[in-house]
């Protein structure tokens, strides 16, 4: 059925000669319609997004491994887990009938649709991919570059480019309230909610929103694997959205992420290889951690921005990876390095100073014009206890390979060019 519903033909042979030797087979798989097919209907219907994915008049054909996928994004793919927020709560406190579960039900669903169908569109174009000795692939052709396994309800799992995937991400948590917020609006988000220019970020406009998970990992990754650390990611970032609607009346969505280059990154699960790898307490001394995931979807706009920002200003990358081993050896330590880095910059001083300073890491008393950066107040300690202080350094040297300088996508025909 999954070779039928590819449209891979030559997969399919085993099934034909089956069929030919033996008379009495006579079943016939009727149509079947591929999350592909539907995304390709979507486009039909919607013709401005279809001229933002396609091309002239290109045709594309379903991706038959995470390889080819990964073709597009120097070999890594993204697993996007993405779960609805609050529709436990919503349903016990309205809905009263079957026929009102029902019309819910119905709503969430063309609206969790639509919106993965979008992000998709806005975010890919189809890929020109040419066969290795492995694929079964006999000729170079064009591929969706993405793979929808499920979308069921407000539940969404699947795969596309490592390059996009925050992106694409944000775009359907997105598009998920904006399909909703006439049905089911709300507002009074607090912005100390958001970490990321406070004064800036938006309020909350629908009671119904997403979290997601998202793990940027090499083609080759086990899928069993993946599956279980993208699951533990989208439950975090589940967690954070439970935790900021409680202290700052925040419904919209969040993303919790991880980059993981090597199988044998995480041996356990990403919470203890977070608090034990990347948590350092001393006593007496600042709690500093060396993550600051999850994100807000405000925040992930600003984490990207930043990595544009920092891409455009031509930072060293050997300084960059520099500064973030030098986070390991305390506040202060961090602190200073990081300012004599910033000062001796020959461009880019003034933009790290706007994208990253002041955008992630004024400290919390700005009459005193302090020094904070790269860390962040997480938490002020009480009674003469330690303060917590968190860091997005680490997050924006991993995502640095996976965010193109430019939000445009490339074009197919020129990508075929390439590849010719």
């Known amino acids: 059925m999954g070779q039928i519903t590819k449209r891979d033909d030559a997969l399919i042979s085993w099934w034909k000669d089956l069929k030919r030797e033996n008379p009495s087979v006579t079943w016939q798989s009727g149509k079947i319609q591929s ?9 039909d ?21 995470l390889r080819e996928i990964g073709d597009s994004s120097k070999g890594f793919v993204a697993y996007i887990y993405a779960d609805g927020n609050n529709m436990g709560g919503y349903i016990r406190r309205r809905i009263k009938t079957p026929q009102a579960y029902q019309s819910f039900s119905e709503s969430i669903f063309e609206a969790t649709q639509q919106s993965v169908y979008v992000a998709l569109a806005n975010h890919l174009h189809p890929h020109f991919y040419k066969p290795d000795p492995q694929s079964t692939r006999k000729k170079a052709d064009f591929i ?8 069921g309800g407000d539940d969404v799992l699947l795969v596309v480019p490592a390059d996009r995937a925050l992106e694409i991400a944000k775009t359907i948590a997105e598009e998920f309230e ?23 970020a938006p309020a909350s406009k629908c009671e119904l929103s997403m979290s997601m998970g998202v793990l940027i990992t090499a083609e080759d990754t086990p899928i069993y694997y993946a599956d279980q650390l ?13 935790d900021l609607k409680q202290k700052h009346h925040y419904y919209s969505g969040t993303i919790d992420f991880l980059v993981m280059k090597a199988v044998t990154m995480i041996s356990s699960n990403i919470s203890e290889f977070r608090n034990q790898g990347l948590t ?21 706009d600003g984490l990207i921005a930043t990595v544009r920002a920092l891409k455009e200003a031509k930072f060293p990358r050997s300084q960059l990876y520099q500064l973030r081993s030098l986070l390991e050896r305390g506040k202060r330590t961090a602190i200073l ?84």
């Not at 969706?144 to 979308?151: A, L, Q, R, V």
């Not at 350092?280 to 992930?300: C, I, M, N, R, S």
Request: a positive charge.
């Open 35 to 43: 999350w592909v097919t539907q995304f390709e209907n979507f486009l």
């Open 280 to 300: 350092k307490e001393q006593d007496k001394q600042p709690t500093l951690k060396l993550f600051a995931a999850p994100y807000t979807l405000h925040e992930v």
């Open 45 to 65: 219907q919607h013709p401005t997004l279809k001229s933002k994915y396609f091309d002239a008049n290109l045709t594309a054909t379903e991706a038959r491994s």
């Open 178 to 200: 904006k399909q909703l917020a006439d049905k089911y609006s709300c507002s009074n988000t607090s912005p100390d909610a958001h970490r990321y220019r406070p004064e800036s």
């Open 337 to 420: 390095n990081y300012r004599y880095f910033r000062v001796r910059l020959t461009q880019g001083q003034a933009e790290l100073k706007h994208n990253f300073e002041e955008a992630w890491c004024k400290p919390e008393d700005c009459s005193n014009q302090g020094n904070l950066a790269p860390w962040m107040l997480a938490k002020r300690g009480e009674k003469g206890q330690p303060s917590t202080y968190e860091t997005i350094w680490r997050e924006l040297v991993d995502l640095y390979p996976f965010v193109s300088e430019v939000s445009q996508k490339p074009s197919a025909l020129s990508n075929r060019q390439g590849e010719k």
């Open 230 to 242: 993208v699951s533990q990611l989208l439950k975090s970032a589940k967690k954070r959205a439970k």
């Open 144 to 151: 969706h570059p993405f793979e929808i396994i499920t979308i």
